[in-house]
């Protein structure tokens, strides 16, 4: 994750159609370490990146409209954009992927 212009850059790791949506974990990726979003949505019509855009938002506790794809809408790796995030967002992040959040 990284911060520019008021803009956080998260790198994710989509798990599409599982059985229980969860965010969690960490999963080393093409874009460094990615927060790993499990959704319940599969892999069609951009339906399990609408999920995880969702989820991430729900999961850093800010409204999905802040949230948007930047890269990765045919791909598990993606990155989001995060406009504006709140001072500590980062470290919610942090927790999230690299554990003790749980």
């Known amino acids: 994750m990284t911060t520019v212009d008021d803009t956080l850059t998260v790198a994710v790791?989509?798990?599409p159609g599982v059985s229980r949506a969860r965010v969690g974990g960490r999963?080393?990726?093409?874009?460094?370490?990615?927060?790993?979003?499990?959704?319940?949505?599969?892999?069609?019509?951009?339906r399990a990146?609408?999920?995880?855009?969702?989820?991430?938002?729900?999961?850093?506790?800010i409204r999905p409209a802040v949230v948007s794809l930047r890269t990765g809408a045919a791909s598990r790796d993606k990155l989001f954009l995060v406009e504006r995030p709140a001072p500590g967002l980062s470290e919610v992040l942090r927790r999230l992927r690299d554990g003790s959040a749980e």
């Open 13 to 15: 790791r989509v798990k």
């Open 27 to 46: 999963h080393d990726g093409p874009h460094g370490p990615a927060l790993v979003i499990a959704v319940t949505a599969p892999a069609v019509d951009g």
């Open 49 to 61: 990146t609408e999920a995880a855009r969702r989820a991430l938002a729900d999961a850093l506790g």
